[in-house]
């Protein structure tokens, strides 16, 4: 673990060339996310949901409501990418979503049924995908190109970076 409250896990830095063996575990890491936060968050009252990761960071709450949020655009983007001639996508404004009230009001488990079948979705779509399609991307204004091997690292990353937030502050906290 790192101790920057930021990144807990480090900043991802894929590979790069990465391999079959890669993928699967990135896979098995998406299908296990889910699960992960429901367990972490078990139990937490309304105030620990309330709770900043890092100060200026956002809310227990906000980090499981932001994951559904962002998967939901990854298994988008990825949907894109395997129909479309590298699309270029519509990022959005994370922080201002995170204002919403979706995002500061509702249980957690709103946003974990979500996770449930996006993940589920987006490791079926992985999981049969051939080898050309990992190579196969979409356009980030901002970002740039992203091939669908990247943006599978990516995501597993993305999921055990905002775990990892949340069970830090647990840690931190006792609870």
Not at 42 to 49: K, M, S, V
Not at 57 to 62: I, T
Not at 164 to 171: C, F, N, P, V
């Amino acid at each position: 673990m790192n101790s920057d409250l930021r990144y807990p896990i480090g900043e991802f830095a894929p590979s790069d060339v990465i391999s079959p063996a890669e993928r699967s575990y990135w896979i098995d890491q998406l299908r296990a996310l889910p699960s992960q936060v429901r367990d972490a968050v078990a139990g937490l009252t309304d105030e620990q949901l309330d709770t900043p990761y890092r100060p200026g960071g956002w809310s227990v709450r906000q980090v499981v409501h932001h994951l559904a949020d962002s998967h939901m655009n990854a298994l988008l983007r990825i949907k894109l990418a395997l129909t479309e001639e590298e699309p270029t996508i519509k990022p959005y404004e994370e922080n201002l979503w995170a204002e919403l009230v979706d995002s500061t009001a509702p249980a957690p488990e709103h946003s974990l049924k979500i996770l449930d079948g996006v993940h589920a979705r987006m490791a079926l779509i992985f999981k049969h995908m051939k080898e050309d399609d990992w190579h196969r991307s979409f356009v980030h204004p901002v970002n740039g190109k992203t091939t669908l091997d990247r943006h599978l690292g990516l995501y597993a990353w993305h999921g055990r970076h905002h775990l990892a937030h949340i069970t830090s502050l647990i840690r931190r906290m006792d609870w």
